[in-house]
């Protein structure tokens, strides 16, 4: 069986990534001027493929703070990227050394004895252990620049004292001349809140750098060329129909070839393979799906429905009381459960869109 060319679920690996080499250049040229750059947009367009493709060849401490709650989850956030740092630079100098030994073995011992220990250090309070991580990241990169990135850095605004948390951070960040850091995020209005506000830590500290999906022009040769590679080609209005119904968000595209892909024989792909796709969709979200709608109120998935079949580019609508049979006030409560819960988001045009666009297909359909 031959391999599905399409890949939805996390990082992607050189084969599925689509370079973005003008992005990838203009992050780069701020690296080497280290100043700290802010990087924005919706979730699943590709912020952190884009991050890691740029920085494959610099040194990087890549600290994932999703569903970071607490100061020492931070630490341990970047104990884990410290020591990924240290197996990457240990595996390129065996790598190395390999070559230079011409094949002769090398001592399974050398990477563990390369790597830090950072398990057996006296732990003093987190923030300072944080603090020694970064100064120690700085001090190594004298002789060349190496980049800190906090990926979903917004979630920081959870910790029990945010605020303290992000001054100091902040003083750190200041005077580490080695070092560029990246801040990246996909809850745009608390990364206002983090780097837009005049009272916040971060306030000016940034270059702003909000990401778009990958451009369509870019994106239907290649999704067009994988199909073709495996034997299959997409009948024309197909990739219209894929781009409409996921906005053009580059994982949720990734998502319905893959199925598309799945779901389909042999040469020319239909519309009504689409359709098949996007129910076999469907069934695999089956679980997440009940499980986030028994979440909410009887009231609360009407309105729910009521916005996907009535769209969101206004907040309230006429038609989203009258189809939900619920009033303005509720609605606008409904409306915060679903942005807080992450269901719907604000574009930055201030559309409120699903967050899966599958979902709210599958909610229409319902309709
Ligand atoms: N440059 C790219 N080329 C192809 N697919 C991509 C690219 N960037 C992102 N994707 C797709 O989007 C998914 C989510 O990407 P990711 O970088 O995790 O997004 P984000 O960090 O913005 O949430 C990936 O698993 C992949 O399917
Ligand atoms: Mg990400």
Same mark, same amino acid.
């Given at each position: 069986?031959?391999?599905?060319?399409?890949?939805?679920?996390?990082?992607?690996?050189?084969?599925?990534?689509?370079?973005?080499?003008?992005?990838?250049?203009?992050?780069?040229?701020?690296?080497?001027?280290?100043?700290?750059?802010?990087?924005?947009?919706?979730?699943?367009?590709?912020?952190?493929?884009?991050?890691?493709?740029?920085?494959?060849?610099?040194?990087?401490?890549?600290?994932?703070? !999703?569903?970071?709650?607490? &100061?020492?989850?931070?630490? $341990?956030?970047?104990? *884990?990227? %410290?020591? /990924? =740092? @240290?197996? #990457?630079?240990?595996?390129?100098?065996?790598?190395?050394?390999?070559?230079?030994?011409?094949?002769?073995?090398?001592?399974?011992?050398?990477?563990?004895?390369?790597?830090?220990?950072?398990?057996?250090?006296?732990?003093?309070?987190?923030?300072?252990?944080?603090?020694?991580?970064?100064?120690?990241?700085?001090?190594?990169?004298?002789?060349?620049?190496?980049?800190?990135?906090?990926?979903?850095?917004?979630?920081?605004?959870?910790?029990?004292?945010?605020?303290?948390?992000?001054?100091?951070?902040?003083?750190?960040?200041?005077?580490?001349?080695?070092?560029?850091?990246?801040?990246?995020?996909?809850?745009?209005?608390?990364?206002?809140?983090?780097?837009?506000?005049?009272?916040?830590?971060?306030?000016?500290?940034?270059?702003?750098? !909000?990401?778009?999906?990958? &451009?369509?022009?870019?994106? $239907?040769?290649?999704? *067009?060329? %994988?199909? /073709? =590679? @495996?034997? #299959?080609?997409?009948?024309?209005?197909?990739?219209?129909?894929?781009?409409?119904?996921?906005?053009?968000?580059?994982?949720?595209?990734?998502?319905?070839?893959?199925?598309?892909?799945?779901?389909?024989?042999?040469?020319?792909?239909?519309?009504?393979?689409?359709?098949?796709?996007?129910?076999?969709?469907?069934?695999?979200?089956?679980?997440?799906?009940?499980?986030?709608?028994?979440?909410?109120?009887?009231?609360?998935?009407?309105?729910?429905?009521?916005?996907?079949?009535?769209?969101?580019?206004?907040?309230?609508?006429?038609?989203?009381?009258?189809?939900?049979?619920?009033?303005?006030?509720?609605?606008?409560?409904?409306?915060?459960?679903?942005?807080?819960?992450?269901?719907?988001?604000?574009?930055?045009?201030?559309?409120?869109?699903?967050?899966?666009?599958?979902?709210?297909?599958?909610?229409?359909?319902?309709?």
């Amino acid at each position: 069986m031959k391999q599905n060319p399409f890949f939805f679920s996390g990082e992607i690996s050189n084969y599925n990534y689509i370079p973005r080499l003008v992005l990838e250049e203009k992050l780069l040229e701020w690296v080497a001027s280290g100043v700290k750059v802010r990087i924005d947009g919706d979730r699943r367009i590709g912020k952190t493929s884009l991050i890691k493709s740029s920085l494959k060849n610099t040194t990087t401490l890549f600290v994932d703070l !999703s569903a970071v709650k607490t &100061e020492e989850a931070v630490l $341990e956030a970047m104990e *884990g990227a %410290l020591h /990924r =740092k @240290n197996e #990457k630079l240990a595996s390129e100098v065996i790598d190395k050394v390999g070559r230079a030994l011409e094949g002769k073995s090398i001592k399974a011992g050398l990477l563990g004895e390369y790597s830090l220990n950072i398990a057996t250090s006296k732990r003093l309070d987190c923030f300072t252990e944080i603090e020694k991580i970064l100064d120690r990241m700085n001090l190594e990169s004298k002789k060349e620049r190496a980049c800190v990135v906090f990926d979903e850095f917004q979630e920081l605004l959870g910790l029990p004292d945010p605020n303290g948390f992000l001054w100091k951070l902040r003083s750190i960040t200041q005077r580490h001349t080695n070092l560029c850091y990246i801040f990246s995020g996909s809850r745009r209005r608390e990364m206002i809140a983090l780097f837009a506000d005049s009272k916040a830590a971060f306030y000016k500290q940034t270059i702003h750098f !909000s990401l778009q999906p990958v &451009e369509r022009k870019l994106m $239907e040769p290649w999704c *067009g060329s %994988l199909f /073709r =590679k @495996n034997g #299959k080609s997409l009948e024309a209005g197909v990739f219209d129909k894929i781009w409409e119904v996921t906005h053009g968000k580059t994982g949720d595209i990734q998502k319905l070839c893959h199925f598309l892909f799945e779901n389909s024989d042999a040469g020319e792909v239909s519309t009504s393979d689409l359709k098949v796709a996007l129910r076999a969709i469907f069934r695999a979200d089956h679980q997440i799906n009940t499980l986030l709608l028994r979440g909410l109120t009887a009231i609360q998935q009407k309105v729910l429905k009521a916005y996907a079949i009535v769209g969101g580019k206004e907040r309230f609508n006429a038609d989203i009381s009258r189809i939900s049979g619920v009033g303005n006030g509720t609605i606008k409560t409904c409306l915060n459960t679903f942005l807080n819960k992450l269901i719907l988001f604000e574009t930055e045009d201030g559309e409120i869109c699903f967050d899966d666009p599958f979902l709210c297909l599958l909610l229409q359909q319902d309709y």
